[in-house]
């Protein structure tokens, strides 16, 4: 089921909503702090985030750069329009007026939700690494990086099988359909070209040459 991280320093608020998400058969967190939402999503990546503006700490204004490829909608009682115009351009996928009805905000919920698994067909995401097939790029730390055509398609295939290694003939064998003219002889130089693309973003090795079977991806 889909995981939603609650952002409110009011606890009866965040109960509320909990409550109310839990009963629909979502998985929630709750955060009653800017700093304390920082903590979870450096170790947690959910599907959504209801924000509060008005946080100890670092406010929900500031907070919402911080947050990368998760749609944020913004629950608060600030009511100005200035502000709603600011937050929705600054990236948040929707905005909220307290006090709010539970049906309408559970709705919202649902079309955000709806959304963001149209647009996740064609998004893979393991750890900080995150794969467009459509546009043939990864990103990590903000930074995109193009890919052939047949490098997608490999590191793809690490990505569905993070931290497991897949021999080079199933490789092959299952990117046939996308790069038909992959070999074995050429697959090592792909696996390094992209070994060579994710590194030039922060020094990190993310791939790993399994001795005797093929390769896998480190997450």
Same mark, same amino acid.
């Given at each position: 089921?889909?995981?939603?991280?609650?952002?409110?320093?009011?606890?009866?608020?965040?109960?509320?909503? &909990?409550?109310?998400?839990?009963? /629909?058969?979502?998985?929630? *967190?709750?955060?009653?702090?800017?700093?304390? $939402?920082?903590?979870?999503?450096?170790?947690?990546?959910?599907? =959504?985030?209801?924000?509060?503006?008005? =946080?100890?700490?670092? *406010?929900?204004? /500031?907070? =919402?750069?911080?947050?990368?490829?998760?749609?944020?909608?913004?629950?608060?009682?600030?009511?100005?329009?200035?502000?709603?115009?600011?937050? =929705?351009?600054?990236? $948040?996928?929707?905005?909220?007026?307290?006090?709010?009805?539970?049906?309408?905000?559970? $709705?919202?919920?649902?079309?955000?939700?709806? +959304?963001?698994?149209?647009s996740d067909s064609n998004t893979l995401r393991v750890g900080e690494i995150t794969l467009y097939f459509d546009k043939l790029t990864v990103k990590i730390e903000q930074t995109e990086i193009r890919l052939t055509r047949t490098e997608c398609a490999i590191l793809r295939l690490l990505m569905q099988n993070p931290?497991?290694?897949? !021999?080079?003939?199933?490789?092959?064998?299952?990117?046939?359909?996308?790069?038909?003219?992959?070999?074995? +002889?050429?697959?090592?130089?792909?696996? &390094?070209?992209?070994?060579?693309?994710?590194?030039?973003?922060? !020094?990190?090795?993310?791939?790993? $040459?399994?001795?005797?079977?093929?390769?896998?991806?480190? &997450?």
């Open positions: 089921m889909p995981y939603i991280l609650i952002i409110d320093d009011d606890a009866s608020i965040s109960e509320m909503l &909990s409550e109310a998400l839990e009963n /629909e058969g979502y998985t929630v *967190s709750k955060a009653y702090s800017g700093t304390e $939402a920082m903590m979870f999503l450096s170790q947690s990546q959910p599907d =959504l985030v209801l924000l509060d503006l008005m =946080l100890p700490g670092l *406010s929900g204004e /500031e907070l =919402l750069p911080h947050i990368k490829d998760i749609p944020v909608m913004v629950v608060s009682a600030k009511a100005d329009i200035a502000d709603k115009v600011g937050l =929705l351009l600054g990236g $948040a996928v929707d905005y909220i007026t307290k006090p709010f009805n539970m049906q309408e905000l559970l $709705a919202r919920i649902t079309v955000q939700l709806r +959304r963001k698994n149209n931290n497991t290694p897949i !021999g080079k003939t199933t490789i092959l064998e299952k990117i046939s359909y996308d790069t038909p003219d992959c070999t074995e +002889r050429s697959l090592k130089q792909h696996i &390094s070209n992209i070994r060579h693309k994710l590194q030039t973003v922060n !020094g990190k090795d993310y791939i790993e $040459a399994v001795y005797g079977i093929g390769f896998k991806l480190k &997450s």
